[in-house]
């Protein structure tokens, strides 16, 4: 069973910056595709971005592609979500999920977080 720990999310002002870190726990995730997702109060759920195994491949949702980045880092067992240029619509509470497994474009996320809140403000 893989726990996947997401943190760095505050309070910082329209336009600014924040770097969000998922880390799992339990058991390596290299073999993992993995990806973030957020949900505002009284929406639903969405995809942010989506990462391979490798790091060689990244997806982005069409709100957030040119101001988000995603990248990993295999030698820290860590994911991150680089976020620039942020808006108050990108408040949300922000998710790091897994696949249990390799496949690309990812089929199913089967791993959750609790998720770490990001709020901008205007």
């Known amino acids: 069973q893989v726990q996947l720990v997401e943190s760095g999310g505050r309070l910082v002002q329209a336009g600014g910056s924040l770097r969000l870190s998922c880390a799992p726990s339990?058991?390596?995730?290299?073999?993992?595709?993995m990806g973030w997702f957020r949900q505002a109060p009284t929406k639903e759920r969405e995809f942010v971005a989506a990462?391979?195994?490798?790091?060689?491949?990244?997806d982005y949702a069409g709100s957030v592609k040119g101001r988000f980045t995603i990248f990993r880092d295999g030698a820290k067992n860590t994911m991150y979500l680089q976020m620039n240029s942020l808006k108050p619509e990108d408040t949300a509470l922000y998710y790091c999920?897994?696949?249990?497994?390799?496949?690309?474009?990812?089929?199913?996320?089967?791993?959750w977080g609790q998720g770490t809140q990001v709020t901008v403000s205007s």
């Open positions: 339990g058991r390596t995730y290299r073999n993992y595709a």
């Open positions: 999920a897994a696949q249990d497994g390799s496949s690309w474009p990812i089929r199913r996320y089967d791993y």
């Open positions: 990462i391979s195994w490798s790091g060689g491949s990244t």
